[in-house]
């Protein structure tokens, strides 16, 4: 069965800190995997989407990892700010099913002045 | 764990029918989303609820309306289909906790497959 877990659910650190998210999946046969930024009751905002063949990409502040071989990624953000308070979703899909993404329950972020 | 429901899972059209599709939240779940998967495709986020109110509009249609209910399930009302619209649409709920802004923990329904013939 496709899965996709996050850890960890939620998270508190302070202004200025920098802070890890991590995915790990099972999704196979592999296509691509993406992190998105979320505030409560708004639309999903893309940070990054990676292929089988890349292993990090930046984007600002954020920056993803992704190890093919163990089936995890990480979400880097750095020196965070107020404004990175969201919910940070990990979502894998799998290179024979057209449609189907596989949704991580995503990871929680507050950031306290 | 009780988890969010949509129905139907799949749902056959002809072009210009309508269709309704329900989104059931997780138990006291107050926030409801409503994104579209097209093929291959990013899911494009539709629209979203709090408490029972609006609170944020993406790429809907206008031929498509959207509400929540006294007891927070939710329905996608799509008119005038067209082919195009033929796609997976997932419904995701949260409790709101820290307001706008802050991030809650969305939980992702099995979607409903809509084919548009």
């Known amino acids: 069965k496709n899965q996709v877990e996050q850890s960890p659910q939620s998270l508190i650190i302070l202004e200025g800190k920098n802070c890890t998210l991590q995915?790990?999946?099972?999704?196979?046969?592999?296509?691509?995997l993406r992190w998105y930024k979320q505030d409560t009751g708004r639309g999903p905002v893309s940070l990054t989407i990676?292929?089988?063949?890349?292993n990090t990409k930046s984007n600002g502040r954020y920056t993803a990892t992704l190890d093919a071989d163990t089936k995890q990624s990480s979400l880097h953000i750095t020196a965070s700010q107020l404004s990175d308070s969201a919910s940070y979703i990990c979502v894998v899909s799998a290179r024979d099913s057209g449609y189907a993404l596989n949704f991580g329950k995503g990871t929680s972020l507050l950031v306290t002045p | 764990a009780a988890g969010v429901i949509q129905s139907p899972r799949h749902l056959i059209k002809e072009k210009r029918e309508t269709a309704t599709l329900k989104c059931y939240p997780i138990?006291?779940?107050?926030?409801v989303y409503w994104y579209q998967q097209g093929p291959g495709q990013d899911p494009q986020f539709l629209i979203s609820f709090y408490e029972k109110m609006q609170s944020d509009k993406g790429s809907i249609p206008d031929r498509f309306s959207a509400q929540q209910f006294s007891d927070y399930h939710s329905e996608l009302n799509m008119s005038s289909l067209e082919l195009g619209d033929s796609a997976l649409y997932f419904c995701?709920?949260?409790?709101?906790?820290?307001?706008?802004?802050?991030?809650?923990?969305?939980?992702f329904g099995p979607g409903t497959r809509l084919t548009v013939l």
């Open positions: 995915c790990n999946y099972t999704v196979s046969p592999f296509s691509n």
């Open positions: 138990p006291r779940h107050d926030t």
């Open positions: 995701a709920s949260s409790l709101t906790i820290g307001g706008v802004g802050a991030g809650d923990t969305q939980y």
């Open positions: 990676m292929t089988f063949s890349e």
